[in-house]
């Protein structure tokens, strides 16, 4: 698993209640190998990942990175050095999806979340405790729905876009590539790219690199 940070620990406990996969081990740029986070050890940098799927001590993993566009770079690092690389699945067994949904690769979906028919979860998506997603939504790459965060049916979300925690989206409504919708908003008309919004209604009050943290 990579990262090892808060997110990473909703990662590996829902890894332990899934019960498909054993973890050997995370990587981590920024911490010395042997730090522990839930009886797990860092063993190393993405630069190990090569050795590690050469000698057939990894089949796959998943990013644990909670920033949309840090866990977009560090996919990318990853193809870079290992481009078969498999990313799996981290589906909590307390979550509702419903038989029609679409599910990418390196897919987190935590603990209560609800996905309704129809609905398209693309690739390195997150959602987030007791998320609930309607039915023919489409989430783009590397967005995530934060806890508590709700959309009505046919909302499209742009990849690398976060919609906050308890933030509402009513039908039909498109939210841009790497936007940001604000705690508690309720979003009644289409948000562009690149900026930050919130409030009830739901405003565009900044612009924003994809870079930046979600505030």
Known sequence: MFGASGHAKVILDI?????????????DSFKDPGTQLMDYSIIGREDCVPELVATGKVAGGIVAVGHNWLRKTLVQRIREIVPDFVFVNAIHPSARIARTVA??????VMAGVSINPGTRISDF????????????????????????AATGGNVKIGS?????????????????????V????????????LVVAYGTP??????????DGYY
């Open 182 to 193: 604000g705690a508690g908003s309720t979003v009644l008309s289409d948000i562009p790219d």
């Open 15 to 27: 890894i332990e209640q899934q019960g498909c996969y054993n973890v050997i081990g995370l990587i």
């Open 103 to 108: 599910l990418g690769n390196g897919v987190a």
């Open 202 to 211: 739901c405003r565009v009050v900044r612009s924003r690199n994809p870079a």
């Open 125 to 148: 998506c997150f959602l987030n405790t007791n998320a609930s997603v309607d039915h023919d939504n489409i989430l783009g790459d590397f967005s995530c729905l934060q806890p508590n």
């Open 160 to 180: 690398c876009a976060a919609i906050s925690m308890g933030a509402h989206i009513i039908h039909g409504v498109t939210i841009g590539c790497n936007a940001v």
